[in-house]
């Protein structure tokens, strides 16, 4: 199975594109595309500019980020309520994911040795 294949064969994680927005925000404050560009780098594809810009626009309505004009890009960062939102995810993925991630090498480990 090549790689494609197996992403073309993995979970649907498109809903999960507000968190991961927030997420690296968290360690800098981007720009639309530079967004779209990091999240491409840990998910395999791109969201394109019909995914990005409404996502954007919705956390902004909800407060959670807020863009500020630099030249001829929009710059968003995590307000303090986007902040206390993250954090509160966080906590949600470490309880409910959080035995799935720390015994995962196990299990491919498994899954390996059974094909």
Not at 37 to 53: Q, V
Request: aromatic share 8%; proline share 5%.
């Amino acid at each position: 199975m090549t790689k494609d294949e197996g992403l073309a064969e993995m979970c649907d994680m498109r809903g999960l594109l507000s968190f991961m927005v927030l997420w690296l925000l968290s360690s800098r404050p981007m720009y639309g595309q530079e967004l779209a560009t990091e999240i491409g780098k840990r998910k395999g594809e791109k969201p394109n500019p019909g995914t990005i810009y409404p996502a954007l626009k919705e956390l902004n309505s909800r407060g959670l980020i807020k863009g500020r004009l630099e030249g001829r890009n929009t710059v968003y960062e995590l307000t303090p309520a986007g902040k206390a939102s993250l954090a509160t995810a966080l906590e949600y993925f470490e309880h409910a994911f959080g035995e799935i991630f720390r015994s995962s090498p196990k299990v491919r480990r498994r899954l390996q040795m059974a094909s």
